[in-house]
C-alpha cells in the first residue's frame, strides 16, 4: 500500500531557528513529490515539486532534499518567521498524471517569538 | 481573480438532508478533485475528473456524487448527509501540480 509517512507530528521552534522536517514514502512507481504549505483554515499551497532525478529545490527559505534510493525527503526552513506557522505537507505522485496523489498527515509547526 | 474558487465557506445541514459544495477553476486545467481532510486522517481523495463528463471514484467516495458538465466547475453533492461526513472539505485542479481552493467547512448535525 502506498504510504507517505512525515515526522515529526508537530514541532514548536523559535523564531530565527532553523528546522527540519521529514518524510519518507513507499510509493511506487514514484514520479515526483511536493511539499505543501497549509495555514490554518485555507487550502494546501505549494513550495516545492521534484521529480526522480532532482536532489534539491529551493524556494526561499525553504529548501526541499530528495533521495530517491532511501525514499526520503526533507523540507528545511532557514531562519524561521512567525508566517513559518503552519501545517506542511508530503504529497507523493506515483506517476506522470495528475490523480493517484498520496498525501503525508503532514507536521503543524509553531514559530514562537 | 484567477483561480479556484469554492463555495460555500461554512456550511451547516441536518442529517439527511442533500448538500452541494461548488467549486470553480479558472485555468481550464483538466484534472480536477475533491478531497476531504479531517484530524487524523489528513488529505483523502473523494472524487476527481481527468475533463468534462469524465468521473472517477478515489479513496472515500461512498455517499458523495459529483458532476463535471464544464471544464471549470465541479460540483460535489452529498445526497443524504450523515454526521461522519462533517469535515472541511478541499477542491482542487492540476497543471500538473495541484491548486486548492480554500476549503468548505461542513457540519452535519
Known amino acids: 500500500k502506498n504510504q507517505v509517512e512525515q515526522s515529526p507530528q508537530s514541532l514548536i521552534i523559535l523564531e530565527g531557528k532553523n528546522c527540519t522536517l521529514q518524510?519518507?514514502?513507499?510509493?511506487?512507481?514514484?514520479?515526483?513529490l511536493r511539499w505543501y504549505k497549509q495555514d490554518t483554515g485555507r487550502g494546501p499551497v505549494s513550495l516545492t515539486i521534484m521529480t526522480f532525478s532532482e536532489n534539491t529545490k529551493s524556494n526561499g527559505r525553504y529548501t526541499a532534499t530528495l533521495d530517491a534510493d532511501t525514499k526520503q525527503s526533507s523540507l528545511h526552513i532557514t531562519a524561521s518567521q512567525l508566517s513559518d506557522s503552519a501545517s506542511y505537507i508530503c504529497?507523493?505522485?506515483?506517476?506522470?498524471?495528475?490523480?493517484?496523489?498520496?498525501f503525508g498527515k503532514g507536521t503543524h509547526l509553531i514559530i514562537q517569538p | 481573480d484567477a483561480g479556484i474558487t469554492q463555495s460555500p465557506r461554512y456550511k451547516i445541514t441536518e442529517t439527511g438532508r442533500q448538500v452541494t459544495l461548488m467549486c470553480h477553476q479558472t485555468?481550464?486545467?483538466?484534472?480536477m478533485f475533491w478531497y476531504r481532510q479531517d484530524l487524523g486522517h489528513g488529505l483523502r481523495l473523494i472524487y476527481y475528473s481527468a475533463a468534462a463528463d469524465i468521473t472517477d471514484k478515489g479513496e472515500v467516495p461512498d455517499g458523495y456524487v459529483v458532476s463535471r458538465s464544464k471544464t471549470e466547475n465541479f460540483p460535489l453533492t452529498l445526497e443524504s448527509a450523515t454526521r461522519s461526513q462533517t469535515s472541511v472539505y478541499f477542491c482542487?485542479?492540476?497543471?500538473?501540480?495541484?491548486?486548492f481552493g480554500q476549503g468548505t467547512r461542513l457540519t452535519v448535525v
Open positions: 518524510c519518507n514514502y513507499t510509493v511506487s512507481p514514484f514520479s515526483n
Open positions: 504529497v507523493v505522485s506515483p506517476g506522470g498524471g495528475a490523480d493517484g496523489l498520496t
Open positions: 482542487a485542479s492540476s497543471s500538473p501540480i495541484s491548486f
Open positions: 485555468w481550464s486545467h483538466s484534472y
